[in-house]
Nanobody, 126 residues
Framework: QVQLVESGGGLVQAGGSLRLSCAASGRTFSSYAVGWFRQAPGKERDLVAGISLSGGTTYYADFVKGRFTISRDNAKNTAYLQMHSLKPEDTAVYYC???????????????????WGQGTQVTVSS
């Protein structure tokens, strides 16, 4: 079992940057695939980015491709979401999710993730 705690959210102007962190408890973080999701008010929760166990494979939703970077440091039990060129439409609660897996690729479906953080608010002003 793993507990996830996100940090790094906040208020930023359009065009700015933020880095979200997802700190995981436990000693087997390297066995967990990780994803970042976001949910804006009145909208469904969407996958933003995902990363494989080793970090060698990543996935990005089209709406963040080229602006966001997902990474992980298994030695620190932490995953990151670096966000650049933020837009007002990026405003949402961002969630870190993880699940133990033997798969080598990225998990793309929300239902595949068994553990979730509490979320961190990102607000981008115009």
């Amino acid at each position: 079992q793993v507990q996830l705690v996100e940090s790094g959210g906040g208020l930023v102007q359009a065009g700015g940057s933020l880095r979200l962190s997802c700190a995981a408890s436990g000693r087997t973080f390297s066995s967990y695939a990780v994803g970042w999701f976001r949910q804006a008010p009145g909208k469904e929760r969407d996958l933003v980015a995902g990363i494989s166990l080793s970090g060698g494979t990543t996935y990005y939703a089209d709406f963040v491709k080229g602006r966001f970077t997902i990474s992980r440091d298994n030695a620190k039990n932490t995953a990151y979401l670096q966000m650049h060129s933020l837009k007002p439409e990026d405003t949402a609660v961002y969630y870190c999710a993880a699940t133990p897996t033997l798969r080598v690729g990225v998990l793309l479906r929300e239902r595949e993730y068994g553990y979730w953080g509490q979320g961190t608010q990102v607000t981008v002003s115009s």
